[in-house]
Structures are given as structure tokens and as C-alpha cells.
């Protein structure tokens, strides 16, 4: 491939190739395959190829190369097709033969039974499904449930546009595998190939939706309990006369902030992928073209009347979630602003008291002031009594007792003002 006069994305062969990952395989009828899907987790992609390449090499199938995502080999007649999802690893194998019993001899009884007990992860779905040719004449619906699905209720519709029909019940059987018969009307190759992909993701992405319901049903009881707890923090916030304290009400709302969390954070990715998943089993079934077949029970309807209550039971779990931890936000929000009052209050009074301390101390201080203003005034008199003694002992003529009192007044003045000149150069002029 010649380069291009101009810069491209680093991502954009990526992006075209996506378009064109995990084709269907052409089939043609009679056909089995045995499907199943592993969830092994998000990191486990180097361990689930080189799970698949030890199969291959087993049976003699090209490995996958180093980072694959997908991948079909032939295995001397069975096809092996692998896809590595976000979370789960899905193995579907085809083999052509003619059969007269649909599910007995399936396809994964060819695989080793060593190797199937070491798939990375866990199974959640697997499934058998067989084409018939269109020349087999099927039996009724009711015989139909009787030979090959243990008599249990069918489930079934035409589809495609009238060129399959498709018979299932949705049930494990002994073998742990659920069950899809198909009989050919007219499918070609390619068409076929995506019907039965379609069926196969169908039956995963319904098993990997519902992988949320058990978690919506453990926890509600406790965002119940967090529902109740929060109503009682916010009767007592409105009750003036609860004595209970606001750091107490405080500290319970904080712990169950936390529970909300906690909580959110365990199973907020599980109820956004079962959405995700349940827009899939939505979007198959159109793709699927169904039409009512006799008065057997649709697929669509089966699956609205069963799934929709437990999508819906994980979408109101998952909006109770977010509801409380806005309610947590708001009654939090109010007790800091109620916190926050009763800090002011409380900062006002002490101002206010010690605004009372301060008016109280100047005039302490004042009182103080005048008192020292008369007490160094004394001892000021006393000295300057000394002077005019000295004075009239030297023999000037000095009367001790007009000269002492006569120097009082000055003495005071002096005294005050040398006294006030001092303050205000401690304290400041504007006497603050």
C-alpha cells in the first residue's frame, strides 16, 4: 500500500478493521455447533489465546497470532470460531454431518475433556444449536418439545423473512448446554451464517444482562436501610426539639455517604454493561425479523415478558443509587449550612464578649492611668520638696512650703502629658 499524500490518524486502519471484525461464517445446513461463552475477566486476553493455541495445536488447527482478538481454525473438519470480548471469551464450533437426533453426539463432546476444565474463567452461557435441511419434514410443535427438549415449553418463531424457523426453550438440560433447533426454509450461506450468529449472541448477551439482577436484589435491602437512615437525619435536622448534636447528625451522614459509595462503586460498571447488554438482545431481535410461528410463544415476547420486570428491577436500583446520593448531598449541604450558622453565632457572641472585655479593660486602664498620673505626681512634689530644701539650706530665700505648692499643678501637668504623649505613641493616636 502506497502512502499517502497526506497525515493520518494513528487509529484509523484500527477503526476501518473494527468494522470488519468477527464476520459471520457462511453455513449450510445440516449443521451443529456448540457454543459458550467464558467470563474471564478484562486482563485475561493473553491467557484465553494461548488457551485456544494449545487446542490447536492439539488438533491441528493455525494458532491465533500474537494480539488477535478473533480467530477461526480448522480443526480436520470442526471449525473452531474465538472471539475475546471486554469482559468474557466466546468458543463457537461448527461441524457438517447429517444426524437423526439434533443434540445427541454434540460437537463439544469432540473437544478434550482436560481442555474444556481449563478454560480461563467461568461459563455463563453455552449452547447447542442444529440446522436441519429444509427437506425434513418436522413434526409438531408438541413432538418437537417431546424428542428434543425434554417436553418442555417452546419458545419459537419464523424468521429471517420467512426462510428459518427456530424452536428453543431457554432451559439447562443434563449436559448444562441450552438448546436452539433451526430448520432451513431457504437460507442461503451468508444469510445462515448470521442467523445462527445472531441466535448465539442472543442467548450470550441475554445470559451476560442479567448478570445484574442478583446484585440489584442484594443490594437494596441496604440502600433501603440508607434510605431510612437519611429520613431520620433529616426529622431530626427539623425537629428544634431533637437534642441530638450536629456533629453527631454529621458524622452519621458522612458514614452513609460512604455506604452510598461504596456501593456505586461495586456495582455501578456491572447495571451500565447489563444495559448495554439488554440494547443487544433488543437489537438482535430486530435484526432477526421474527414472526409468530403457529401459537408457539415468540422469542421477543418470552424474553420482554422475562427480562424487561429484572432490567427494569436493575435500572431503578441503579437510579435509587444515584437518587441518594443527591439526597446525601443536599442534607449534607444543609447541616454544613446549619453547622455554619451556629459557628457564626457562636463567633459573634465571642465577639460581642470580648468587645465587652476590651471596653472594660480601657477603662480599667484609664482608672489605672489616672491613678499613676496622681501617684508619680507625688513623688515628682517629693523631689522637687527636696530641691527647694537644698535650696534654703544654701541660703537662698526660699519659702519651702509656697515653693512646693506652688510646683504642684506644674508637676501634674507635666506628668499627665508626658503620660499621655506615651500612650499614644504605644497604642496610637486614634486611641484603637
Known amino acids: 500500500m502506497t502512502k499517502p499524500p497526506f497525515r493520518e490518524h494513528s ?12 464476520p459471520s461464517e457462511p453455513l449450510k445446513a ?4 456448540s457454543q459458550f461463552a467464558a467470563l474471564s475477566g478484562e486482563q485475561s486476553l ?12 492439539r488438533l491441528g488447527g493455525g494458532a491465533p497470532p500474537e494480539g488477535a482478538k478473533h480467530h477461526t481454525a480448522d480443526l480436520g473438519g470442526l471449525t473452531v470460531k474465538w ?17 437423526s437426533d439434533p443434540f445427541a453426539d454434540t460437537v463439544v463432546e469432540e473437544l478434550p475433556d482436560d481442555w474444556l476444565a481449563e478454560v480461563p474463567g467461568e461459563i455463563l452461557s453455552a449452547v447447542h444449536l442444529a440446522i436441519v435441511p429444509a427437506d425434513v419434514e418436522m413434526p409438531s ?19 429471517a423473512g420467512g426462510k428459518a424457523l427456530v424452536w428453543a426453550d431457554f432451559r439447562l438440560h443434563s449436559d448444562h448446554f441450552t438448546r436452539i433447533l433451526i430448520q432451513d426454509k431457504g437460507l442461503d450461506q451468508p444469510h445462515a451464517g448470521r442467523t445462527v450468529q445472531r441466535l448465539v449472541e442472543l442467548n450470550t448477551y441475554r445470559a451476560l444482562a442479567l448478570l445484574a439482577l442478583p446484585i440489584a436484589q442484594e443490594v437494596t435491602p441496604k440502600l433501603r436501610a440508607v434510605d431510612e437512615a437519611l429520613a431520620d437525619i433529616s426529622t431530626r435536622m427539623a425537629d428544634r426539639s431533637d437534642k441530638t448534636s450536629d456533629a453527631e447528625l454529621l458524622g ?10 461504596s456501593i ?24 432477526l425479523r421474527l414472526e409468530r410461528l403457529g401459537e408457539v410463544l415468540t422469542i421477543d415476547g418470552f424474553l420482554e415478558r422475562r427480562m424487561g420486570p429484572a432490567m427494569a428491577t436493575c435500572e431503578s436500583t441503579h437510579d435509587r443509587q444515584e437518587v441518594l446520593a443527591q439526597r446525601a448531598s443536599r442534607v449534607g449541604s444543609l447541616l454544613r449550612a446549619r453547622v455554619e450558622v451556629g459557628l457564626e453565632e457562636q463567633n459573634s457572641r465571642l465577639l460581642n464578649s470580648m468587645n465587652r472585655r476590651a471596653k472594660m479593660q480601657l477603662k480599667l486602664q484609664q482608672t489605672v492611668e489616672g491613678l499613676s498620673v496622681v501617684a508619680i505626681s507625688y513623688y515628682a512634689v517629693g523631689l522637687v520638696g527636696y530641691l527647694v530644701k537644698a535650696a534654703e539650706t544654701a541660703g537662698a530665700p ?27 505613641e504605644v497604642v496610637g493616636e486614634d486611641g484603637e
Open 252 to 261: 452519621r451522614l458522612s458514614q452513609l455517604s460512604a455506604e452510598i459509595e
Open 83 to 99: 472471539e475475546r470480548h471486554t469482559e468474557f471469551c466466546s468458543y463457537t464450533f461448527f461441524r457438517r454431518a447429517h444426524f
Open 398 to 424: 526660699i519659702n519651702v512650703g509656697l515653693a512646693t505648692g506652688i510646683a504642684v499643678p506644674f508637676v501634674l501637668l507635666l506628668v499627665w502629658f508626658g503620660v499621655r504623649k506615651l500612650r499614644e
Open 11 to 22: 487509529q484509523r486502519e484500527m477503526l476501518i478493521r473494527e468494522l470488519h471484525a468477527r
Open 46 to 57: 493473553d491467557a484465553d489465546r494461548e488457551h485456544l493455541a494449545r487446542l490447536c495445536a
Open 141 to 159: 410443535a408438541e413432538e418437537i418439545s417431546l424428542r428434543h427438549f425434554n417436553g418442555n415449553p417452546l419458545i419459537g418463531n419464523v424468521v
Open 30 to 33: 445440516p449443521l451443529r455447533v
Open 264 to 287: 456505586a462503586a461495586r456495582t455501578s460498571y456491572r447495571f451500565g454493561a447489563s444495559n448495554a447488554y439488554y440494547s443487544l438482545v433488543q437489537q438482535r431481535l430486530v435484526d
